[in-house]
């Protein structure tokens, strides 16, 4: 089974601080994505990454940045919380196989809460 | 306009029941229509893929309707265990993006 890892289910940060949220997949996924999911607003993507060290901008990049280093790792980075961040982040990773190109493998999730 | 609309809900209904959930698309050059579920706190999955000549799984049954760019979901002898959020889910190029809708929610009362 895939497995798709996220550093903390729960998170308390202050306004202004810098937050990093890792994720890690291990079937060797390709694409990695990060999302926001707020009640009403549903899933929005915030950035996704095709390959090693290579990240676009999703539907709402600002106040985000990600970095993948690594093929199985993608993280999120909040440079300084703002309390409208406050927010259920979910990861998710995906083959390029064709014949998979609906599965997306999401992980836990990390809801964050910015004080 | 979102790209992909559904009706939030809640749907409730008894046990036993049949259900059904549109969802609508603005992208004709949509390519491929997929249903993931979502239960309360927990990460979505992957429900079925959703075929131009429509697919059963079981109790669910899914079809598409590319005239009129909608897909829908049907429920059959609904239980409590199918209470959960169900999202819509389209994508518009080679398969490597997916656009979520916002879900609908069911709810299964005994």
């Known amino acids: 089974d895939v497995k798709v890892t996220q550093s903390s289910r729960y998170l308390v940060k202050r306004t202004g601080e810098k937050v990093f949220l890792e994720c890690v997949q291990d079937m060797d996924h390709e694409n990695m994505f990060w999302y926001r999911q707020d009640p009403g607003l549903g899933l929005r993507l915030i950035y996704f990454?095709?390959?090693?060290?290579?990240?676009e901008k999703g539907d709402i990049p600002e106040g985000y940045s990600v970095s993948r280093e690594k093929k199985e790792r993608f993280s999120l980075i909040l440079e300084s919380a703002s309390t409208n961040q406050t927010s259920m982040y979910l990861c998710a990773s995906k083959t390029l196989q064709r014949a998979r190109r609906g599965t997306q493998y999401f992980g836990p999730g990390t809801r964050l809460t910015v004080l | 306009r979102k790209e992909v609309e559904q009706d939030p809900g809640p749907f409730n209904v008894p046990e036993g029941a049949t259900v059904a959930f549109n969802c609508t698309y603005s992208n004709s050059a949509s390519q491929s229509f997929f249903w993931y579920r979502q239960d309360c706190r927990k990460e979505p999955k992957l429900l079925m893929s959703v075929y131009s000549s429509g697919n059963e799984d079981g109790r669910f049954t899914a079809q598409l309707n590319r005239a009129s760019q909608y897909i829908s979901l049907l429920i059959r002898d609904s239980k409590l265990s199918d209470s959960a959020t169900y999202l819509c889910v389209v994508t518009f190029d080679a398969g490597n993006m997916l656009t979520f809708g916002g879900g609908t929610r069911l709810m299964v009362k005994p």
């Open positions: 990454s095709y390959d090693v060290k290579m990240k």
